[in-house]
Structure formats: structure tokens, C-alpha cells
T-cell receptor, first 115, second 114 residues
């Protein structure tokens, strides 16, 4: 069974540009989460999808970030326009159901560098 | 505010020595606790979790963690480490409610030396 995949693995862009990150969850997983780790700090929650609906987007830093999950399969996270402080590693995770015994499976992350 | 604290950013240890990675959580956080590991150039992998029942939980590769409610701790231990255990270890707590978002600590880099 394929794990969570993320594309690209690395992205280097200039301030003001747009970047789109993609996450493909494990097949059949309704729950999809985005997290971000800024260098040296903790991994922070960004948002949670249940199928195509946003269940919780309390962690989204501002309106420059837009997440979508059309059709309840893969998800994209767009940053427009990118700022220096957006640099970090963006992780995606998926799970089969949002229960207490559920396990979130993480992808390898996308390392975003904004110059 | 809910939080998870990992007191050590780096822990150097010699191969075959015991190790303890410390994790404390704030009392308002849900008592579902996790340790994740990130090996170089890989994603996060679940190492072990505490949901309920026995306070001592074990992983398949020899790590164990003990949930201590009075000390609000969930320290990770291994009696004898290997070079292959070199990785970054993250303690996390699960936020209660409609979303199971994880609250992470800042991570501990375990560096096993020969």
C-alpha cells in the first residue's frame, strides 16, 4: 500500500511568488491534515479536511494560504504571495477516521524556501 | 494554552548506552500521547502511542514510554541504542474535539555515536 506522498520535495521561490504544494493521501483515507514546521520550532497544525470539507482551519496563518481538496482525494496548499516567514517544511498526514484510536500517517514533507 | 515540551533539543549518546528523551505536556491537553520519529530524509513515523489502559507502552524496535499523569510526562526510553536509532523524535498530544489535530513538541535529535 502506497503511503502519503507529497510534491515537490523541495521548492525555492522568491518573495512575492506563488507556490502550490500537493499531497496525495493514502487511498481510502477521508481525513487529511496539513502541518508546518518552521526551522527550529515545533510542528504546527494548519488545517484538517474530512473528505472535501474543511473541518478545522484554525491553524492557517493568514489569507495568503489557500487549501483545497477537490473530490475528497488529493489536496493542494497554495501560498500567494509568499513571504520570507513562510519558509519551512510542510507536512501532510492522512487517517482513516477521526477517532481516538486513529493514527495519522505522514508524508515526507515539502521543504519550502522563500528568498 | 495546550502545549507539549521537549526539554532537550539534542541528545548525544554512545552506541549500546541507555537513553531517555523527555516530554511533558500541559494538563489541559488531551491525554492521548504519541511519539513520532523522523529518520534522515524520511517522513514522520509513529513510534508508539498511549490512549488508555496500561501506562507503559512499547514499540517494536525496543523503545518504551510511560504515561505519568501526576508528573504530566511521557518520557521515551531505550535500554540500549543502536546507530540506526539516530533520528529526530517528536512527542505529540492529540487535541480533543471534532478534529484530532496533533500538538507537537519541538523535537529531540538523538545522535548515536559509535
Amino acid at each position: 500500500e502506497a503511503g502519503v506522498t507529497q510534491f515537490p520535495s523541495h521548492s525555492v521561490i522568491e518573495k512575492g511568488q506563488t507556490v502550490t504544494l500537493r499531497c496525495d493521501p493514502i487511498s481510502g483515507h477521508d481525513n487529511l491534515y496539513w502541518y508546518r514546521r518552521v526551522m527550529g520550532k515545533e510542528i504546527k497544525f494548519l488545517l484538517h479536511f474530512v473528505k472535501e470539507s474543511k473541518q478545522d482551519e484554525s491553524g492557517m496563518p493568514n489569507n495568503r494560504f489557500l487549501a483545497e481538496r477537490t473530490g475528497g482525494t488529493y489536496s493542494t496548499l497554495k501560498v500567494q504571495p509568499a513571504e520570507l516567514e513562510d519558509s519551512g517544511v510542510y507536512f501532510c498526514a492522512s487517517s482513516q477516521w477521526a477517532g481516538s484510536t486513529d493514527t495519522q500517517y505522514f508524508g515526507p514533507g515539502t521543504r519550502l524556501t522563500v528568498l | 494554552a495546550q502545549s507539549v515540551t521537549q526539554l532537550d533539543s539534542q541528545v548525544p549518546v554512545f552506541e549500546e548506552a541507555p537513553v531517555e528523551l523527555r516530554c511533558n505536556y500541559s494538563s489541559s491537553v488531551s491525554v492521548y500521547l504519541f511519539w513520532y520519529v523522523q529518520y534522515p530524509n524520511q517522513g514522520l513515523q509513529l513510534l508508539l502511542k498511549y490512549l488508555s489502559g496500561s501506562t507503559l507502552v512499547e514499540s517494536i524496535n525496543g523503545f518504551e514510554a510511560e504515561f505519568n499523569k501526576s508528573q504530566t510526562s511521557f518520557h521515551l526510553r531505550k535500554p540500549s541504542v543502536h546507530i540506526s536509532d539516530t533520528a529526530e523524535y517528536f512527542c505529540a498530544a492529540q487535541h480533543g474535539g471534532a478534529t484530532n489535530k496533533l500538538i507537537f513538541g519541538t523535537g529531540t535529535l538523538l545522535a548515536v555515536q559509535p
